[in-house]
C-alpha cells in the first residue's frame, strides 16, 4: 500500500511538472512573437525616417550610415530570435539606430523626432 501511494505521489508530481513546463513553453512563445512584433514596428519606423532623410553634411552621413548598419543588424536578430532574451538585444540595436538617425536629423538642422522607445 506504501508503494502504491508513492508511486501514485510521483506520478502527479511529474504530471504537474509537464503541465507547468508545457504551460511556460507556449506563454514564452505568444510573448516572444508580440515582442517581435514590437520590434518590427520599430524597424519600419528605422526604414521610413532612413528614407526620408537626405544627409548634407559628413557627420549626417555617418550617422545614416551607423543607422542602416543596425538596421540590417537588428532585422537579422529578430528573423532568428526564439527567446525573449535575443529579442532584447534586437530591440536595443534598434534603440542604437533610431539614437543615429536622431543624432542625422539634429546635424541636419532638424527636429530630432520622436524620442527612443524604451
Same mark, same amino acid.
Given at each position: @500500500?506504501?508503494?502504491?501511494?508513492?508511486?501514485? +505521489?510521483? #506520478? %502527479? &508530481?511529474?504530471?504537474?511538472?509537464?503541465?507547468?513546463?508545457?504551460?511556460?513553453?507556449?506563454?514564452?512563445?505568444?510573448?516572444?512573437?508580440?515582442?517581435? %512584433?514590437?520590434?518590427?514596428?520599430?524597424?519600419?519606423? @528605422?526604414?521610413?525616417? #532612413?528614407?526620408?532623410?537626405?544627409?548634407?553634411?559628413?557627420?549626417?552621413?555617418?550617422? @545614416?550610415?551607423?543607422? &542602416?548598419?543596425? #538596421?540590417?543588424? %537588428?532585422?537579422?536578430?529578430?528573423?532568428?530570435?526564439?527567446?525573449? =532574451?535575443?529579442?532584447? &538585444?534586437?530591440?536595443?540595436?534598434?534603440? =542604437?539606430?533610431?539614437?543615429?538617425?536622431?543624432?542625422?536629423?539634429? %546635424? @541636419?538642422?532638424?527636429?530630432?523626432?520622436?524620442? +527612443?522607445?524604451?
Amino acid at each position: @500500500m506504501g508503494r502504491l501511494l508513492f508511486l501514485v +505521489l510521483v #506520478l %502527479a &508530481v511529474v504530471g504537474l511538472a509537464i503541465w507547468w513546463i508545457s504551460r511556460e513553453w507556449s506563454g514564452n512563445v505568444e510573448r516572444v512573437a508580440d515582442a517581435k %512584433a514590437e520590434v518590427n514596428r520599430h524597424l519600419d519606423r @528605422m526604414s521610413g525616417e #532612413l528614407a526620408q532623410l537626405d544627409p548634407e553634411n559628413d557627420e549626417a552621413l555617418r550617422a @545614416m550610415s551607423e543607422a &542602416v548598419d543596425r #538596421l540590417n543588424i %537588428a532585422r537579422t536578430q529578430v528573423v532568428k530570435a526564439t527567446t525573449l =532574451g535575443q529579442v532584447r &538585444v534586437a530591440k536595443e540595436t534598434v534603440r =542604437g539606430g533610431l539614437y543615429f538617425i536622431r543624432k542625422a536629423r539634429e %546635424a @541636419m538642422g532638424l527636429d530630432p523626432g520622436p524620442p +527612443l522607445p524604451r
